[in-house]
């Protein structure tokens, strides 16, 4: 089992900026890839970013690419989310989560969630 606990959210303004972080316990955490996914309002939740366990390679959504960046310090257990630039658009509830081995863009195969939290981005 892999317990994972997310900050809160917040409310930005439009351009502004958020971080998240999503903290892991139970397992080898390098193990696992990591991914964060946004689920806005009446749509489907898509992953935004992911990560591999040792670090060593990111996907960002072309949507987000060079305005959110995913990390990870395998030390503390702990990934972190980057937003920048955001928009109206980005407002949904953001989760964490965590599979064995690589990351997929397929929310049924990470069988681990952290709590959403809501970002809301205000024109």
């Known amino acids: 089992q892999v317990q994972l606990v997310a900050s809160e959210g917040g409310l930005v303004q439009a351009e502004g900026s958020l971080s998240h972080t999503c903290a892991a316990s139970g397992r080898t955490f390098s193990n696992y890839a990591m991914g964060w996914f946004s689920h806005a309002q009446g749509k489907e939740r898509v992953l935004v970013a992911a990560?591999?366990?040792?670090?060593?390679?990111?996907y960002s959504a072309d949507s987000v690419k060079g305005l959110f960046t995913i990390s990870r310090d395998n030390a503390k257990n702990t990934v972190y989310l980057q937003m920048n630039s955001l928009k109206p658009e980005d407002t949904a509830v953001y989760y964490c989560?965590?599979?064995?081995?690589?990351?997929?863009?397929?929310?049924?195969?990470?069988?681990?969630w952290g709590q959403g939290t809501q970002v809301t981005v205000s024109s």
């Open positions: 989560a965590a599979r064995l081995y690589g990351y997929t863009g397929y929310d049924v195969s990470y069988p681990y």
């Open positions: 990560i591999t366990g040792s670090g060593g390679r990111t």
